[in-house]
């Protein structure tokens, strides 16, 4: 009975009450907890999927948040979020990192902190080969997959009002209304528009086209202030670039010989 | 048609990575529906009870937490809880928990009203001539009252039961490794059989929810003979 | 951190509007789907009463079907499934169109129709045998019978129920956010994405549906009494 009348009074506060929880220390936090909790995607090819052999969730981000956790001498526990839920699962401290294609945007940064830059792209689009569209001018009048939540998603609505813009909660579910022929482009990130495009078994039948609508940094999403853990982030970064290591983990997931290559034509910035 | 995805892919709709990985699929919608009936009996019983009591302050909380939890969306409820009890408790909570957690408060005032229609269904004398044997209101609540009123109730509870299973697909948008996560994110990686994942996972759905709503006609049946030899 | 509340943010300007448009989706959807369910409903709920094996068949593997599989499944089978039984030029002709608004509408219609066809055969069983025997003695067909003499009755019993089925129908419309259709819930979602005043703007949708299932309620209170009223007379 008493524990009835919490949750209904509990059910009245939600509207009442709200204070953050402050969160500090997180470098400590996970070195006395052990574990690195890194919010991953796990549907995006070759950032994060689940791989069909083993089950698991594998990827370029995936090997890069392996390579933090080492250098903090913990283990690392991944959970899966998605465009619309790796903010608030970052400001409730359900994960300590977000390593989750997300574009260091400034409207962010009054939410979460980022890192510098691991990886550098920019928005495009997906189309049908030789199917008329070749630029966001030709989206007027068309509907264009994106994702809940992401940049591109708002990106393209500025770049062509004339769009109508059908949100879903992956890219390949984007992808899947593209290839049936619902929506007639998918925008977002080259980068991930290329490893949407090869997970396809005719790639060939795929385009990526026009301009960069607009640059996309991704950056490692942490807490807000907590300085000491971004400093880390940010040094372990800088190494594994100067250690050569990112770039063996990059050649993993975009190298030539992979079916997603994608000449690494950026640099990240390095702090003397 | 490409059933063989089916195929491949089956062992992941019925217990996601494990033993390797995290428990999923089927299992872990099991799990949510078993602990959520569990959690939401219990809730549904005291708020329940609550309800039908003649004191105000315990009535009128009862009726408003009833009528807010019925009338919003699950979805929402699921929201609430995921993204902003948090802010309430001061810690987060898991996804699977705080989804179980929604399931339970949602569901718990539907089973309130089932209690309460229950115990309106006895006849009033019921509880004047326990009261008259010298049993106290609360003797006679969990003694004479309820035992019967529960029992009758029972087919109304399986249904619930039904209901809270299927409820459990909701998880899946926050992110909780059950069934319906199990399939999208395989269609997501394989993008050419969304018809046969959808279908399979429908199926097995079906299967769990047919079989309970089965058993709750059977046990219907049985109560209705049961009370009838009784008068 | 301390959180900001600016509810003025949410329901004023620019977001205000996504709110209003939601809601519009989200009734018009919703309405649709209430009309078409109950005529679904009630063809499903006499084809199970007519004496036609495989009608009777059908009509029960469709409420059972349906009635036992999420509603969220039903969603994506409908808007991703569909494409691969459909035939190819159907398929494109549905996809000019709006096709999200459309599954929707189906799913939901579907759905519902499943339990509506359920409450509807409780509401005949009610009505005593013999008066479809009295009419079907008086040179009636079965289906005039039925439209006639029986389910006007049986409406009468079964509004109260119809009603809440139809107010599940109007929360449960919340779901169609998956495939992309912009009702309520989709734009509390987007003016958090947006804003990241979350808390702000699923308070205020929150609340639009509590005020739609209250009213609503009331107003099968209101019903109830009046029948009661009339019936104790």
Not at chain 1, 48 to 55: A, M
Not at chain 2, 151 to 159: E, K, Q, R, T, W
Request: hydrophobic share 45%.
């Amino acid at each position: 009975m008493r524990k009835a009348a919490r949750l209904t009074v509990l059910a009245c506060l939600f509207t009442l009450v709200a204070a953050m929880p402050a969160l500090a220390g997180k470098l400590d936090d996970i070195k006395s907890r052990g574990t690195l909790v890194a919010g991953v995607k796990d549907s995006q090819r070759p950032f994060g999927f689940v791989d069909e052999k083993t089950n698991q969730i594998v990827g370029f981000e995936i090997d890069l948040m392996q390579a933090l956790a080492t250098r903090l001498n913990a283990k690392l526990e991944l959970k899966p979020v998605t465009s619309s839920t790796r903010i608030p699962m970052l400001t409730q401290g359900a994960v300590d990192i977000v390593a989750a294609t997300m574009t260091h945007k400034k409207e962010r940064e009054d939410q979460i902190d980022f890192s510098i830059t691991y990886f550098m792209t920019g928005q495009k689009l997906l189309v049908k080969k030789d199917g008329g569209i070749k630029s966001v001018a030709d989206l007027a009048g068309k509907k264009v997959g994106s994702v809940k939540g992401s940049t591109s998603e708002q990106n393209v609505k500025k770049a062509q009002p004339d769009c109508t813009v059908i949100s879903f909660e992956t890219y390949p579910e984007a992808f899947l209304a593209l290839k049936q022929g619902k929506v007639q482009a998918v925008t977002t990130d080259e980068s991930i528009l290329v490893g949407i495009k090869n997970s396809d078994d005719k790639p060939e039948a795929w385009d990526i086209v026009g301009e960069y609508i607009s640059p996309e940094p991704y950056g490692l999403g942490v807490a807000e202030n907590d300085s000491d853990f971004r400093d880390f982030v940010n040094a372990a970064l800088m190494d594994m670039w100067e250690k050569g290591e990112y770039q063996k983990i990059y050649d993993k997931w975009f190298g030539k010989t992979t079916k997603d290559y994608l000449p690494l034509t950026w640099k990240m910035e390095l702090w003397p | 048609m490409h059933w063989d995805i089916v195929f491949r892919n089956f062992d992941y709709f019925l217990i996601g990575a494990y033993p390797k990985g995290p428990l999923g699929g089927l299992a872990m919608t099991v799990i949510l529906a078993v602990g959520g009936i569990f959690g939401a009996f219990w809730l549904g019983l005291g708020v329940g009870l609550m309800r039908i009591s003649k004191k105000p302050s315990l009535r009128w909380p009862a009726m408003a937490f009833i009528e807010i939890i019925r009338g919003t969306p699950l979805l929402m409820v699921v929201f609430w809880f995921y993204f902003l009890a948090p802010v309430v408790f001061g810690h987060t909570l898991p996804e699977a928990e705080s989804a179980l957690i929604a399931l339970i408060v949602f569901t718990s005032a539907y089973i309130a009203e089932i209690v309460r229609a229950g115990v309106e269904a006895l006849p009033k004398g019921q509880m004047e001539a326990a009261r008259g044997t010298g049993l106290s209101h609360f003797q006679a609540m969990t003694h004479i009252i309820l035992p019967q009123a529960l029992f009758n109730m029972i087919p109304s509870f399986v249904n619930q039961f039904v209901s809270l299973t299927k409820d459990t697909s909701l998880a899946f948008i926050i992110g909780v490794n059950e069934l319906t996560k199990a399939a999208t994110q395989v269609n997501n990686r394989t993008l050419t059989a969304p018809t046969e994942i959808f279908i399979t996972i429908a199926v097995l759905y079906f299967v769990i929810c047919y079989c309970l709503t089965e058993f709750s006609r059977y046990l219907e049946r049985r109560i209705n003979r049961y009370q009838a030899r009784g008068r | 951190m301390a959180y900001q509340f600016d509810f003025g943010q949410v329901v004023s300007g620019e977001y205000g509007q996504w709110i209003l448009s939601g809601l519009g989706v989200t009734l018009q959807i919703s309405g649709i789907s209430i009309v078409l369910s109950l005529a679904l409903g009630t063809v499903i709920a006499v084809l199970r009463l007519s004496k036609v094996k495989p009608l009777v068949w059908f009509a029960a593997s469709f409420t059972e079907f349906f009635r036992n599989t999420p509603l969220l499944v039903q969603i994506f089978f409908w808007y991703f499934g569909s494409y691969s039984v459909l035939p190819e030029a159907v398929n494109q002709w549905l996809y000019a169109r709006d096709f999200e608004f459309a599954c929707g509408v189906i799913a939901l219609t579907v759905y519902t129709a499943a339990f509506i066809a359920e409450e509807i055969r409780s509401g005949i069983f009610s009505i005593p045998k013999n008066q479809l025997e009295a009419s079907r003695a008086c040179g009636l067909s079965f289906l005039q019978a039925m439209a006639y003499v029986i389910l006007p009755q049986a409406f009468r019993v079964i509004i109260p129920p119809l009603i809440s089925q139809f107010l599940n129908l109007i929360k449960n419309s919340s779901l169609v956010m998956t495939i992309g259709v912009m009702d309520l819930t989709y734009m509390a979602r987007q003016i958090e994405a947006h804003t990241f005043h979350g808390f702000e703007a699923f308070t205020v949708s929150t609340l639009i549906y509590l005020t739609i299932s209250l009213i609503v309620s009331l107003g099968v209170n209101l019903y109830n009494r009046r029948v009661l009223h009339v019936r104790s007379r």
